[in-house]
C-alpha cells in the first residue's frame, strides 16, 4: 500500500528539524525514530563519505569533484551524464538491477536510460548550508527509460500482452501513478525499481521520488553518508 503525500510531508518537517545530529543514519536513535525512512548505509567504504555536506552558506563556493563523462556500459544514457568517478561503478551496478527489474516486467533490460542530469554545483534546495548530492557529481535524476522491439512472438512466449513485443517508453512523470489499466505494469516497474534501489545499499544509498516535493517527474538517486527512502509508495 501506497504511502500518503501526508506522511511525506510529516517527514519532511522531521527531516528538517533534526538536521546535521542525523546526517548518518546510525546516530543514536534514528533507526527508531524512522524506521521506514532512514536506514543503515553499506559498511563498505565510498570516495566521497569524507567530503563536508555543510557549508557557510554567505562563502559557499563549488566543490572541484573529479568529474567524468559516462554514457553508461550496458545501458546508453541520453544524454551523456557527468559524475564523480566514484559514482559511476554505482551506476554500473544500478544498470545491473535495472536490467534485473525490466526482466521480471518485461522480458528485457531497456536499452536506453532518459535523465535530467548528475553532476551540477548547488546547495540543496531550501538550504543555505547544506550542498547537494548533484554538487559533487554523486547523484543522478533518473526520468525514465526507453525498451527495444521483441516481436509479438516474443512477447507471446514470455506472457507478456502483444504490445509490449513492440518499442515503448517509460516515465516517472507518466506512470509512477499511472491509473489507466494498460500503464498499471510501467508503474509495478517503477516502484519495484526504487525498491530494489531501496533494499541494496551497495548502489545507492539514497534514493528521492514522486510524493516528495519536486520530484513528481524524477527518481533522484545518490550515495550520500545516510541512508533514507522519500517517495510514495
Known sequence: MRESVGALAAVAVAFSLVGTAICRADAPGVENALPTIFRRMTAEPYELDAHPRYVDGAKFRCPQPETVAYRGTTIRY???VRVHRAFRERLERFEALVAKVGK?????APFRLVHSGGFNCRRVRGSSVRISEHALGNALDLRGFDFPHIGARASKRLGLP??????????????????????RRHSEFLHALA????????VFR????PGWPRHDNHLHFDVAPWGYALYER
Open 104 to 108: 521480471r516486467y518485461y522480458g528485457r
Open 78 to 80: 541520453r544524454p551523456t
Open 206 to 209: 539514497g534514493v528521492v521520488g
Open 162 to 183: 502483444r504490445r509490449y513485443g513492440r518499442s515503448f517508453r517509460v516515465r516517472v512523470a507518466e506512470h509512477w501513478n499511472a491509473t489507466r489499466p494498460r500503464d
Open 195 to 202: 525498491d530494489a534501489v531501496r533494499n541494496e545499499p551497495d
